[in-house]
């Protein structure tokens, strides 16, 4: 489905990201990973190899733009185009509000907002040079109703779907579409790390009855990048078994 297409995929490491990057390869993508490691960058390029695929990895300081225009001018050199950008990285908060310092807030902004308008701003001349291109952000079924502790985390997914739904109308006449996936509870460290007590109620709100598969997210981020999409622009997809918390 993705034949030939140059994608860039951030958080590519682990988790719904590695999942990503491999569903892209499987349907014969060329992929650049980056992750926030040099050492988990070539754990995943490894692991990879291991299945067969051939993989880049970078590790750039998503909040430098510097040196995330000096990796894409890298990336473009390389591949002659960038046509699909994926904006995965991301950290989520649980704590209460008396319990988070500014500077955590802070640093939840910076690596789930500004990271992706960092990634967005070094990767677009180059779509426009070539008349097209896909970006999809990760978003989050907690962007849609909120959640009732850790705040930063909701409101940087809140600012994601409006970076998603400006730039898909900014963008659309150079042939840029701009989409966004919003995962439910997705069977990731980012979730095994939060407690039982947290988890299991959520569950039961579940209509499918179960956490969801990095591969589920992987499906529709594949869906939203092939050519099947190319209707859809500024579309937020809910990808939960219908949960709402
Ligand atoms: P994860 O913790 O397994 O992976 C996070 C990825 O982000 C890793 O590849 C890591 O390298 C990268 N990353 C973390 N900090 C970074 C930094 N400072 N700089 C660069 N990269 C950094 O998480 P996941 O569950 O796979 O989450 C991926 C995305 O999905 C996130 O945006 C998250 O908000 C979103 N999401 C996850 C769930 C879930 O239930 N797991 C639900 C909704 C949305």
């Not at 990973?33 to 070539?42: D, I, M, Q, T």
């Amino acid at each position: 489905m993705l034949e030939n297409k140059v994608a860039i995929i951030t958080g590519g490491t682990r988790g719904i990201g590695l999942e990503i990057v491999r569903t892209f390869l499987q349907n014969k993508a060329r992929v650049i990973l980056f992750g926030s490691r040099e050492e988990s960058v070539h754990k995943a390029i490894l692991l990879l190899k291991k299945e067969g695929f051939a993989v880049d990895g970078y590790f750039p300081n998503l909040n430098k733009i510097e040196e995330i225009e000096q990796v894409v001018q890298e990336i473009f050199s390389k591949y002659r185009s960038i046509d699909i950008l994926v904006n995965n990285a991301g950290i989520s908060a649980s704590k209460k509000i008396e319990d988070t310092t500014s500077l955590e807030f802070e640093s939840i902004m910076n690596l789930n907002v500004n990271a992706i308008f960092n990634m967005c701003k070094a990767v677009v001349p180059f779509m426009k040079e070539n008349h097209g291109g896909v970006i999809l952000n990760t978003s989050s079924m907690v962007s849609i109703y909120g959640q009732p502790s850790g705040v930063g985390y909701p409101a940087s997914k809140f600012a994601v779907n409006g970076l998603t739904k400006s730039l898909a109308r900014e963008l659309a006449s150079f042939g840029i579409r701009v989409n966004a996936v919003a995962p439910g509870i997705i069977n990731t460290d980012m979730v095994s790390c939060l407690p039982k007590e947290v988890i299991d109620p959520l569950v039961k709100t579940i209509p499918l009855g179960r956490i969801g598969e990095p591969k589920d997210i992987a499906n529709a981020f594949l869906f939203l990048a092939s050519d099947l999409a190319s209707y859809i622009t500024g579309e937020i997809l809910s990808v939960d078994g219908a949960a709402r918390s």
